[in-house]
């Protein structure tokens, strides 16, 4: 998977492409608008992450460009305004996605999977299975060690997003929105909780563990030796 | 158009005022003086008609005509400017002083003799009065015309000559009255003055200086109530701006020195990979904090502007107000606290943004009902309005802090422990910001350990 960053701070710019190559992308880093733009024409990427203010040519601009151009790239905006219109006119010219600045970088990793994998249309599967827990779709129910397990409806839900984002940090935000539907910064508490009660369930009884805290960042559901 | 001083303005005005009024003064003297003229001429003509007939009525035992003549020239013409001459009734003249032709109609004369006729003409350039009448003779053929005409030059020459020296005056006295209205104006808006000094003399930090009521005019009394009533609104705003500003320096000076004490001191001598990692976790959570708080502000300050929905639909408030309870379950859940909601009903507004509104109420209550507590929400149509009330178990709140409780960062305990369960201290301000953007208003009553929030939506 190969990403490009158009970025003209430098700090951020290191990081995000350290971070973005620590987690498994080849990235090509451009710091103006128009080397962002020469790259873009001239390499094949998987995703565009654009800053808006950028120096010679705006993120705006950079988009509209490429768009006119026919590139179909995915793109992903980061913005330090949090302006409605903004995030409107972003979505309208053709961004995919937004971020708003300062944004957690499991955040970010999680939009970026989001967006790759929009492309591919994989057919549901009805039964999602990570080392010995199952969860069947059609019937809501989990089953682990061949004991089925009574959750929530909520708690089907969170264990089956994590299930089908296995090995991805997600950060509380992602989860907040994803499973309750809360698209704004609520009260984090609750997702600690929800977690707690559900590793309650699907964790605590059994000798192998799934999920895991990262802390800082967020849950993951992975098989760790 | 240009803004003129109020001095100058009411200084025209004034000139304004007199220039009219002189004017049609000045017409009307004129016009009498007219009317007075004719008036004076027509008497003097009939008086020497009269005297005239008077004189021939005493000659007529027998005088001929050549002796009228000579009376008439030696006792009447020569003293004034009126023109005399008698007809008689056959057309033969027999006396004129000067050269006219009357218009008067003879047969009309003799049909009323001794009546006078009066009528005005032009002969030329020059405009004549004239009068006439018959007078009787011993039989029809002896009647007589008597016929005297004046001439009305020397009063058009005085009238011109009045009308210039009368404009002169009335300039004059226009100019003087302007001079003396620019110097009513002035003295008239004093009181302007020293409000303009006093209202000077406000600045930033002097915001307690007020405008005088009782020692200025009634009209100006209830501007400066106003400009006052401004003046305290702003001096609030201001206050609680500047609280504000140095709240804020507060909030973030302590994550800020946490951050900075935790790095330093993890930095004073290498450490195992596990402790950075806990260090930096922790800065993690310290950042989100901040950043948080950020956008939280961010948020307000938008919000002071007057915050404009993103979006607005029609939507059932209970089917949101129930997805942010199943949000919270489980941290009730974990305090045992119960939560309800009774009612329905529609409401017309941005979703995202209620739900945050709610949530944070419900946040709020959930962090201060005691364990095995209850929350209770009630959504009410009411004639006006639909109202959201979500009451909470827990201490009650005092009464002096009801007043401030969504002002930004205000906690009842005045001391700023940094709980970990806090929130940014802004989710009741944003709560109102938002409903507020809705039309709407937000209340709060606490008593016999119970809160409620109520959030009430016209329709």
Known sequence: ?225 | MPIVSLTTRLTLLFALVSVAVFASLGFLIKHSMEEHFVAQDFAELDDKIRTTANLLNSLKTGESPPSIHEVMKNTVVDHDSIIIKIDTSSGGQLFASGPIAFPFDKTQLLNKPGQIQRAAWNEGDIRYRGAAMALEGRDSSRHLILSAAIETTRHRVFMQQFAKELSGLMLTATLFSALLGWLVARQGLAPLRLMRAKAKSVTATRLDQRLPVDTIPVELASLAQELNRMFDRLEESFTRLTHFSSDIAHELRTPISNLMTQTQVSLSRARSAEEYQDILASNVEELEKLSRMISDMLFLAKAEHGLQLPSRQRFPLEVEVAKLLEFYEALADEKQVHMQLQGSGELSGDRLMIDRAISNLLSNALRHTPEGGLVDLYIERGIDALTLTICNDGNTIPAQDLPYLFDRFYRCDQARGHNESEGTGLGLSITRAIVHAHGGKVTVKSANNRTCFTLSFPH
């Open chain 1, 1 to 225: 998977m190969k990403l490009l960053i158009v970025e003209d701070e430098v700090k951020t710019g290191d990081y995000l492409k350290q971070g973005l190559g620590e987690a498994g992308f080849n990235t090509d880093l451009a710091r103006t608008g128009l080397d962002g733009l020469n790259l873009a024409i001239n390499q094949p990427y998987d995703l565009i992450i654009l800053d808006v203010m950028l120096p010679e040519l705006d993120g705006w601009q950079l988009l509209q460009t490429l768009r006119k151009q026919g590139y179909e790239v995915p793109v992903l905006f980061l913005t330090a305004r949090d302006e409605v219109d903004d995030r409107v006119r972003g979505l309208e010219l053709g961004a995919d996605d937004y971020l708003i600045k300062p944004f957690a970088f499991s955040e970010l990793l999680a939009r970026i999977r989001s967006l790759l994998r929009r492309g591919r249309s994989s057919q549901e599967p009805t039964l999602l299975q990570v080392s010995d827990l199952e969860l069947d779709l059609v019937k809501r129910r989990a089953v682990r060690m061949g004991e089925r397990i009574n959750l929530t409806a909520k708690e089907f839900s969170l264990l089956e997003l994590m299930i089908r984002r296995e090995g991805e940090v997600l950060p509380r935000s992602l989860i907040a929105s994803q499973v309750w539907d809360m698209n704004f910064d609520s009260d984090t508490n609750v997702i600690e909780v929800a977690m707690r009660r559900l590793r309650a369930k699907i964790d605590d009884p059994y000798p192998r563990k799934l999920i895991h805290t990262v802390r800082g960042m967020g849950y993951v559901l992975e098989e760790r030796d």
